[in-house]
Protein backbone atom coordinates (compact mmCIF):
# COMPACT_ATOMS: atom_id res chain seq x y z
CA UNK A 1 0.00 0.00 0.00
CA UNK A 2 1.46 3.49 -1.26
CA UNK A 3 1.60 6.58 1.34
CA UNK A 4 0.74 8.82 -1.59
CA UNK A 5 -3.04 9.85 -0.87
CA UNK A 6 -5.23 9.28 -4.27
CA UNK A 7 -6.07 12.71 -3.38
CA UNK A 8 -3.56 14.73 -2.42
CA UNK A 9 -3.89 17.89 -0.56
CA UNK A 10 -3.55 21.85 -1.16
CA UNK A 11 -0.20 23.09 0.24
CA UNK A 12 0.73 26.20 1.13
CA UNK A 13 1.26 29.23 -0.15
CA UNK A 14 -2.52 29.05 -0.82
CA UNK A 15 -4.40 31.60 -2.82
CA UNK A 16 -6.38 34.26 -0.90
CA UNK A 17 -9.56 32.54 -1.61
CA UNK A 18 -8.44 29.11 -0.35
CA UNK A 19 -6.64 30.63 2.69
CA UNK A 20 -9.61 31.90 3.83
CA UNK A 21 -11.81 28.88 3.26
CA UNK A 22 -9.44 26.64 5.41
CA UNK A 23 -9.10 29.32 8.57
CA UNK A 24 -12.80 29.26 8.48
CA UNK A 25 -12.61 25.41 9.07
CA UNK A 26 -9.92 25.97 11.94
CA UNK A 27 -11.08 26.88 15.57
CA UNK A 28 -11.21 30.08 16.10
CA UNK A 29 -7.54 31.55 16.97
CA UNK A 30 -5.95 27.97 15.59
CA UNK A 31 -2.19 28.68 15.28
CA UNK A 32 -1.09 25.73 13.36
CA UNK A 33 -0.93 24.57 9.62
CA UNK A 34 -4.94 23.53 8.43
CA UNK A 35 -6.16 19.93 8.80
CA UNK A 36 -4.79 17.38 5.80
CA UNK A 37 -8.51 16.39 5.82
CA UNK A 38 -9.41 20.19 5.02
CA UNK A 39 -6.57 20.71 2.70
CA UNK A 40 -7.79 17.87 0.67
CA UNK A 41 -11.38 18.54 0.91
CA UNK A 42 -9.73 22.25 -0.82
CA UNK A 43 -8.80 20.67 -3.78
CA UNK A 44 -12.72 20.63 -5.12
CA UNK A 45 -14.59 23.64 -4.17
CA UNK A 46 -18.14 22.86 -4.69
CA UNK A 47 -17.40 19.58 -2.39
CA UNK A 48 -15.46 22.32 0.36
CA UNK A 49 -18.39 24.47 0.11
CA UNK A 50 -20.95 21.57 1.17
CA UNK A 51 -19.13 20.01 3.71
CA UNK A 52 -18.90 23.11 6.00
CA UNK A 53 -22.29 23.54 6.78
CA UNK A 54 -22.48 19.56 7.60
CA UNK A 55 -19.54 19.84 9.87
CA UNK A 56 -20.87 23.23 11.54
CA UNK A 57 -23.49 21.29 12.10
CA UNK A 58 -22.29 17.89 13.77
CA UNK A 59 -19.99 20.43 16.05
CA UNK A 60 -21.80 23.03 16.78
CA UNK A 61 -25.69 21.99 17.53
CA UNK A 62 -25.41 23.27 20.82
CA UNK A 63 -27.32 20.14 22.46
CA UNK A 64 -23.85 19.57 24.27
CA UNK A 65 -21.44 21.98 25.58
CA UNK A 66 -17.69 21.77 23.57
CA UNK A 67 -15.71 20.74 25.96
CA UNK A 68 -18.02 17.71 26.35
CA UNK A 69 -18.23 16.90 23.12
CA UNK A 70 -14.59 16.85 23.04
CA UNK A 71 -14.54 14.38 25.61
CA UNK A 72 -16.84 12.04 24.11
CA UNK A 73 -15.26 12.21 20.67
CA UNK A 74 -12.15 11.57 22.17
CA UNK A 75 -13.13 8.73 23.75
CA UNK A 76 -14.80 7.24 20.63
CA UNK A 77 -12.22 8.01 18.42
CA UNK A 78 -9.31 6.63 20.51
CA UNK A 79 -11.13 3.31 21.16
CA UNK A 80 -11.41 2.64 17.89
CA UNK A 81 -7.89 3.29 16.93
CA UNK A 82 -8.49 6.58 15.23
CA UNK A 83 -4.97 7.87 15.90
CA UNK A 84 -5.26 10.99 13.50
CA UNK A 85 -9.36 12.06 14.50
CA UNK A 86 -7.64 11.99 18.35
CA UNK A 87 -4.61 13.79 17.87
CA UNK A 88 -7.00 16.60 16.03
CA UNK A 89 -9.83 16.56 18.51
CA UNK A 90 -6.87 17.06 21.48
CA UNK A 91 -4.74 19.55 20.03
CA UNK A 92 -7.39 21.57 17.35
CA UNK A 93 -9.77 21.54 19.85
CA UNK A 94 -9.79 19.68 23.34
CA UNK A 95 -6.84 21.93 24.16
CA UNK A 96 -8.27 25.41 23.48
CA UNK A 97 -11.37 24.37 25.69
CA UNK A 98 -9.40 23.17 28.63
CA UNK A 99 -8.96 20.08 28.57
CA UNK A 100 -6.02 19.31 30.79
CA UNK A 101 -2.21 17.49 29.92
CA UNK A 102 -3.15 15.58 32.94
CA UNK A 103 -6.66 14.56 31.54
CA UNK A 104 -5.29 14.10 27.59
CA UNK A 105 -2.70 11.40 29.05
CA UNK A 106 -5.57 9.61 31.32
CA UNK A 107 -6.92 8.97 28.20
CA UNK A 108 -3.96 7.48 26.75
CA UNK A 109 -3.61 5.50 29.88
CA UNK A 110 -6.98 3.92 29.89
CA UNK A 111 -6.53 3.16 26.18
CA UNK A 112 -3.49 1.92 26.40
CA UNK A 113 -1.49 3.90 24.29
Known sequence: MSDTPRVPPVEPPY?????????????????????????TLAVHDDLAARMRPLGA???????IEARDREILIRARVRAGGREYEWGVHVVAFGRP?????DQIAADRARHGR
Do not use: K, S
Open 57 to 63: GILGHGR
Open 15 to 39: DPDTEAMLRRWMPPGADMEPLALFR
Open 97 to 101: LGLTE
